[in-house]
């Protein structure tokens, strides 16, 4: 590292313009002193503020009754790619998601979304379910490529707009508010064959089918969320490549994508703001993925700025720029930026944005969306220069965390404790956000009784993230709805709470045993403090009398006994 550079990074200390609350905005390479104080004296981060728990089992998975405030949004969640099939019905044009299944041999069994649950001729038996679990709000996606077969407004095909409209007349007949998500992951394939995300027109084309969608269905949509988890879209679909597009570019067109992802989102926001909010009133977010990451040692300074900067590579990306000042955050800027200079690059790979870009960027969510799985443990390390990638960026190491069960999916292990952690962060580092966890849930081997545990364990730790450390929880989303197809891994690891049969024509569905659980959870509204306890715990009578006894002989005794052994 050229030493000028060194000198030249800047301490943030707090108060100051810019430093915020961004920890790993103190000490990018390493003062290692200077950070510490400044950690101690000003900044009590989440990782202290739980640093007792970490060695303490029995803090950490403490069980807490309790029910979330009145009006608690339950929901469930889907996705157009994953349930619905009729991939060509009735005009639909192809997605990518489409193409990459049909040709690609690398998912189990070859499986794909041609059929999948079969929802889009199967709309009352959804919606019979939907009701059956009493869910307040339903999250699916709509499929652009059924709205619009080519990507545009021009090749609108109307029978794709009745399927979303008979779906929503359904939710709301049913009490069931639609959660909407304009795109999840499954691009028109014509819009992939001129650049798809790496080209910025993608900023208006987006808008356009939004502004569509705002106006077609907004009457009945009260809860937009533009993109699902953009950090997945841009890391796997042109870093490591293995979702379609399957662009392999570890070192820049992640970056590039995320830039234009961020603005798309952005002006779709707007345009709902400027054309559609005062006469619909709804909502508009994003859905953000994030783990939680855990410092591998909670009391060395660096591991625990490294599980920050491990935050703000994952959702900070995305997070920072909408939640606070519309720009990256600083560890994306100095990682990518020295990273940038050493590998003798003529500028950062991460791209930056104007002035008015910032401006436009800033305030364009109205909820915290949070999709949440899992909890990695990260240790830090002076990661390799070759190949330029946003994984080495990082400057970090990441494991499993030890003590938890697994799931079916490996590198998923349940954490719930995670999940607390992880709201609490995001209140302190956003300014106290209003959340939603837009997804949440498990892939289990065989036994369904597992998923009932993760669904109790993380909902516990939601609720005392909510009742105990004052994070303004709104709603919780259980992934899935139904088994479904679960993209790379194809039907091999499902998440449904209904079992679907996929070797049967008509997809029966059935409730599984996690179903009846959520249920009771959602009639509860959390986990009220259990009747057959309650006679065990109790109150006496306000004038009840609490006193102590002793009697002079025992008291003269004893004292007797003190001074004769002091003398
Ligand atoms: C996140 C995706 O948004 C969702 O579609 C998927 O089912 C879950 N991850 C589980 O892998």
Sequence with gaps: MDSSRVSAIKVWRLGEPGAGTDVSAVCRVCLPRVCTTWLRNSYQSVWDKFKSQTTSNFHRKFYHYGTFPEGFSWGISSSAYQIEGGWNADGKGPSIWDTFTQTTDTIPDKANGNVACDSYNRLNEDLYMLRALRVKSYRFSLSWSRIFPDGTRKSLNQKGVDYYNRLIDGLIAYNIKPMVTLYHWDLPEALQKVNGWESAEMIDIFNDYCDFCFATFGDRVKFWITLNQPQTIAWSGYGLGNMPPNVVDPGYRPYIVAH?????????????????????????????????????????????????????????????????????????????????????????????????????????????????????????????????????????????????????????????????????????????????????????????????MFYKTYIDEALKANNLDGVRLQGYTATAFMDSFEWLHGYKFLFGLHHVDFTNPDRPRTPKYSAHYYYNIIKNNGFPFPDDEKMLYGHFREDFMWSTASSAYQVTYTFTAILLLRS
């Design 260 to 452: 234009n992802l961020i603005k798309a989102h952005a002006k779709a926001y707007h345009t709902y703001d400027d054309k559609y909010r005062q006469s619909q009133g709804g909502l508009i977010s994003i859905a953000l993925n994030a783990d939680w990451f855990e410092p591998a040692d909670v009391n060395v300074v660096r591991e625990v700025v490294t599980a920050d900067r491990a935050m703000q590579f994952q959702l900070g990306w995305f997070a920072h720029p909408i939640f606070k000042n519309g720009d990256y955050p600083d560890a994306l800027k100095w990682q990518v930026g020295n990273k940038s200079e050493i590998q003798g690059l003529p500028q950062s790979r991460l791209p930056s944005f104007t002035e008015e870009e910032k401006n436009s960027i800033k305030g364009t969510a109205d909820v915290f969306c949070v999709n949440h799985y899992t909890t990695k443990i990260v240790s830090h390390v002076t990661a390799r220069l070759q190949p330029h990638s946003y994984e080495w960026d990082r400057d970090m190491r990441e494991a499993e965390e030890p003590d938890s069960p697994t799931t079916a999916i490996p590198n998923q292990k349940a954490v719930a404790w995670g999940l607390r952690r992880l709201l609490n962060w995001i209140k302190e580092e956003y300014g106290d956000p209003e959340i939603y966890i837009t997804e949440n849930g498990a892939a289990v081997e065989w036994d369904d009784s597992e998923r009932v």
